[in-house]
C-alpha cells in the first residue's frame, strides 16, 4: 500500500504486510535502502496456518482493503499473488503455446480435482476474486502481482520453500520434489523471478500510473530437464534427482511476462544469476554442503 507524500520533500510512506516472510523482507529491504518510509507487519508462525484455511483468507484480505479504504489516505494496493493461479493447459487439456494473465486455473476445476495444494490455490483464487470486487466496488486502485517460483538470496533464518522446493533435485527431498513435479505437470516449464527482480515490479507497479489488473512477473520459463541441467552446471552432484514425465516431443508453455515489461519495466537477473546465487546462498547458510571442487 502506499500513501501520498504529506508534505514537499518528504519520502512516500509504504506498508508491506508479511514483512518478515521472503518476499516481504527483500521487499522492506528494498525500499528503505531507496529512501522510502516503511510500516511494516509480520505473520505469527502459529496463525499463519489458519490463514490458509479458505475463509480467512478472504476475510484477512478484505479487511485489509477495508482498512485502506477508510484510511482515505491509500493510493494504491498491490497485492502479491501466485502463479499457482495460473494454468497452462486450456479447457480441453491442451498445452496453450503461450501462458498469460488471463489463464487461470478455473475454480470449479480446483474443487473437482482437488490436486496437491488445491486448497492454498484455492484460497488465492477466491482471495484475489474477492479482492477485485470488493475494489471494483469501492473505487480503490488495486494492482495484483502474480509471482512465479521466487530465489535468490534470503534474509529469512529458515530456507524459503520456493527454494527448497527448486533445489529438491539436489537435496533428494520427496516433498519439495513432488511439488516441483506438480508444477511442471501443470504449466509445462518451470517459471522463474529473481527475489530483487519481484521486489522491484511491486514498487514499479506501485508507481505507475498506467499499472492495472493482473501482472504475471517471470524473467524465463524452461522445461524442468532444462533447469536440472542448470543446477547441474551450478553444482555438480551424482545423486541428482531426475524428471521422467516430461512430454519431450511436444513445445513447452511460454509463460509470458509481456503485460509488465511492454509497461516498462526491465528485469536485472536471469536464470543463470538466479541458480548461482540461490546455491551460494544456501551453501554460507549450511542448507547445502560446500561444492567439491
Known amino acids: 500500500m502506499e500513501k501520498p507524500e504529506e508534505s514537499t520533500g518528504r519520502s512516500k510512506t509504504f506498508c508491506v504486510t508479511g514483512a518478515n516472510g521472503y518476499i516481504g523482507s527483500w521487499l522492506v529491504k528494498t525500499l528503505l535502502e531507496r529512501g522510502y518510509i516503511v510500516h511494516a507487519t509480520v505473520r505469527d508462525p502459529e496463525t499463519y496456518v489458519q490463514s490458509t484455511v479458505i475463509n480467512p483468507a478472504i476475510q484477512s484480505t478484505l ?6 479504504l477508510k484510511s482515505e489516505s491509500v493510493k494504491r494496493v498491490v497485492l ?15 498445452w496453450r503455446p503461450v501462458v498469460d494473465e488471463s489463464c487461470q486455473t478455473p475454480i470449479h476445476h480446483v474443487w473437482n480435482k482437488k490436486a496437491s495444494g488445491w ?7 477466491l482471495s484475489e476474486e474477492t479482492a477485485f470486487k470488493f475494489a471494483n466496488e469501492n473505487k480503490i486502485d488495486l494492482v495484483s502481482v502474480i509471482t512465479t517460483t521466487v530465489a535468490g538470496p534470503f534474509l529469512t533464518s529458515s530456507v524459503p520453500s520456493s ?12 516433498k519439495f520434489f513432488s ?6 505437470n501443470r504449466m509445462g516449464s518451470i517459471a522463474l523471478v529473481h527475489i530483487e527482480d519481484i521486489c522491484n515490479a511491486h514498487i514499479f507497479l506501485m ?4 499499472a492495472q489488473g493482473q501482472y504475471i512477473c517471470c524473467v524465463k520459463s524452461c522445461p524442468i530437464s ?3 541441467d542448470h543446477l547441474k552446471l551450478e553444482y555438480p552432484s551424482s545423486k541428482m534427482q531426475t524428471f521422467e514425465g516430461e512430454n519431450q516431443s511436444s513445445v513447452p508453455s511460454v509463460i509470458s511476462s ?9 528485469y536485472k537477473h536471469g536464470i543463470e544469476d538466479i541458480i548461482c546465487q540461490t546455491i551460494a546462498s544456501c551453501v554460507d547458510c549450511g542448507f547445502l554442503p560446500p561444492i567439491l571442487k
Open 63 to 68: 479487511n485489509l482493503l477495508k482498512a485502506c
Open 80 to 94: 502479491t499473488s501466485s502463479v499457482s493461479t495460473i494454468t497452462a493447459k486450456d479447457s480441453s487439456g491442451e
Open 119 to 125: 486448497v492454498y490455490v484455492l484460497s488465492k483464487l
Open 163 to 174: 527454494i527448497q522446493v527448486l533445489l529438491s533435485p539436489i537435496t533428494g527431498d520427496s
Open 179 to 184: 511439488i516441483l513435479s506438480s508444477v511442471s
Open 207 to 210: 508507481e505507475n500510473d498506467r
Open 226 to 228: 532444462e533447469f536440472i
Open 258 to 266: 509481456e503485460k509488465l515489461k511492454d509497461l516498462g519495466f526491465n
